[in-house]
Each structure stands twice: as C-alpha cells, then as structure tokens.
C-alpha cells in the first residue's frame, strides 16, 4: 500500500512538473505508466462525420460531468476513481444516453471498466506508451469508429480542441522522431522515489 501511494504521489508530482514543460516539446511517459493512471475512452459508433461529431457532443457533456465531480469527491488515487466510476458508472452511461437521444440518434451508449489495450497515442505534449490500461470505457452504438480518451485520474482530461489525439502511424513517427531529437523524457522521481523504499 505503502509503494501505491509513494507511486502515485511521485506521478502527480511529475505530471504537474511536466506541465511547466514548452508546448513544443513532446514528453514521453515511462512504460510503467500504466500502472498509476486510470483513462477514459469513449468510442463512436462509426468514423462517419455525423458520428464522429455525436462523439464529441457525448465526450462535452460526460468527461466535463465526470471530471467535476470526481475533483469535488477529492478522489486521491487510482482505486478511488476506479471505485468512484463503477458506483456511478449508469449515472454517467445515462447521461451519454440523453445526450446521444438528444441529437436525434437511437443508439445504445454502454458503459464498462476493464483493461484496455492502447496502442502509442499522444495526448496534447505527453506520448503514452502502448501498454494495457484501466479505464472506464463509454461505446455509442456498434462502437467501430475512432475513439476519444483522456486521463481521469490523475486528471488531465482536457474538453478542449487544443487537446487533440494523435495516434497510428502519426504517432509512432513522432515517437520516433522525439528519439531522435533527444526530447525523450522520463518520469525519474518515480524510480528515485520507488528506490528510497
């Protein structure tokens, strides 16, 4: 429990110093990441315009619902988020539902918590290793399209379009490249933390 706390305590710290980074300059997360972050995905239906669009009307109106009250509820850790979704995991599939209805479809939206394989995606200047994920998953419909995601513990989901997913082919190439400019960051005070214990 001790190493829990000391890790996620250790992360929040890099994050928020990493914020302070330039906004040019891409950081990429250790591996273990992974282990300390709990995302949010939301999938739409198709990769069809309309659905992509209504994806974004769902990601608007839940991730910004769901970010306000977990930081109300003054969640603390990773298994708090997790605890804290899955007690209200209809509340927040609900309102997916209602806004989905509202928009004038009659798709299903379900929601879930599991793991979740994502391949390397960057998250406005973080890259984040591809790796299996905790996260609380929203699908509309058939869930086939291109998905949204973002970091709800610790926070940093960001409604925002200056926050835009890159992945695929994209990201890897920037992957890349970060190695090969040498702007390839890691979380230390994570591993300096982690070896004080």
């Not at 009250?69 to 003054?74: E, F, H, S």
Request: aromatic fraction near 10%; charge should be negative.
């Amino acid at each position: 429990m001790k190493k829990i706390f000391i890790t996620t305590i250790a992360v929040l710290i890099s994050i928020i110093s990493l914020n302070n980074t330039k906004k040019d300059t891409l950081v990429t997360l250790d591996s273990n990441i992974a282990e300390s972050v709990f995302r949010f995905h939301i999938i739409a239906n198709s990769d069809d315009e309309s659905d992509q669009q209504l994806k974004l009307k769902v990601r608007d109106s839940v991730a910004k619902t769901v970010a306000h009250d977990m930081k109300n509820m003054g969640i603390q850790s990773k298994e708090e988020a997790q605890d804290y979704i899955k007690n209200n995991i209809d509340k927040y599939t609900d309102e997916a539902r209602q806004v989905i209805r509202s928009e004038g479809y009659s798709y299903t939206a379900e929601g879930s918590i599991g793991k979740s394989w994502f391949p390397v995606k960057i998250y406005g200047n973080y890259i984040f290793p591809e790796g299996e994920y905790d996260a609380f998953r929203l699908s509309i419909g058939k869930a086939e399209g291109k998905n949204w995601w973002c970091v709800l513990f610790p926070s940093l989901c960001m409604v925002d379009e200056s926050y835009q997913i890159t992945e695929g082919r994209e990201a890897d190439t920037l992957q890349k490249d970060c190695d090969r400019e040498n702007v390839k960051f890691r979380l230390r005070i994570v591993e300096w933390i982690q070896d004080m214990w």
